[in-house]
């Protein structure tokens, strides 16, 4: 079965730049009609959908955040990374990453959306 | 503020009943499918609930999901200790073009 296991810095000074990677286990980037996601959670907090990277590479950023993020993959790696720059503390949260499916239905014009399996998580603080 | 709205918490005894309701707006739950999850302390969320009504594979029919207009309900039998958690709705919102969640439900088993 499919598992994502994310990595990266655990803490990040203001102003700087926010690098997570997600290796996938048990299945391919590249296959099937996926969206690799990222969504993060502050302390106590609800859930926050960050953007997604297509399985042919297109990209889509949640709006309030377009400005700072970038998601890519790397194939050959099996992986797909999140940059979130000029990060302030209001960006400390736990950090999952997920395979979403994401599809128009024609029969009920309306878009089918899940994430399936996520990431274990991994908690990033921004502080000096 | 979450685009859901879902109750703070939620509690029942063991073996009986809980509904959580996740309510939206047209642009949201309205034109678009509901998928739910839960939450364990400390650990990700678990898909249990996609497409309104459906389950994964291996998630026990005690849990079931609905959709009316623009709220969707998800509703839990013979509660167990285990149930104790923090469950999430989401969607897709056709007019801020992002995906949604409501603020979480924290379920208590008394």
């Known amino acids: 079965q499919v598992q994502l296991q994310e990595s990266g810095p655990g803490l990040v000074k203001p102003s700087q730049t926010l690098s997570l990677a997600c290796t996938v286990s048990g299945g391919s980037i590249s296959s099937g009609s996926y969206f690799w996601t990222w969504i993060r959670q502050p302390a106590g907090k609800g859930l926050e959908w960050i953007g997604r990277?297509?399985?042919?590479?297109?990209?889509y950023y949640n709006p309030s955040l377009k400005s700072r993020v970038t998601i890519s993959a790397d194939t050959s790696k099996n992986q797909f990374s999140l940059k979130l720059t000029s990060v302030t503390a209001a960006d400390t949260a736990v950090y999952f990453c997920?395979?979403?499916?994401?599809?128009?239905?024609?029969?009920?014009?309306?878009?089918?959306?899940?994430?399936?399996?996520w990431g274990q998580g991994t908690l990033v603080t921004v502080s000096s | 503020q979450s685009v859901l709205t879902q109750p703070p918490s939620v509690s029942a005894a063991p073996g009986q009943k809980v509904t959580i309701s996740c309510s939206g707006s047209i642009s949201n739950i309205g034109n678009n499918f509901v998928s739910w999850y839960r939450q364990l302390p400390g650990t990700a969320p678990k898909l249990l609930i996609y497409d309104n009504t459906k389950r994964p594979s291996g998630i026990p029919d005690r849990f079931s999901g609905s959709k009316s207009d623009t709220s969707a309900t998800l509703g839990i039998t013979g509660l167990q200790t285990g149930d104790e958690a923090d469950y999430y709705c989401g969607t897709w919102d056709d007019s801020l073009s992002v995906g949604v969640f409501g603020g979480g439900t924290k379920v208590t088993v008394l």
């Open positions: 997920a395979r979403g499916t994401f599809e128009y239905n024609d029969f009920w014009s309306g878009y089918r959306n899940w994430f399936d399996p």
């Open positions: 990277i297509y399985t042919g590479g297109t990209t």
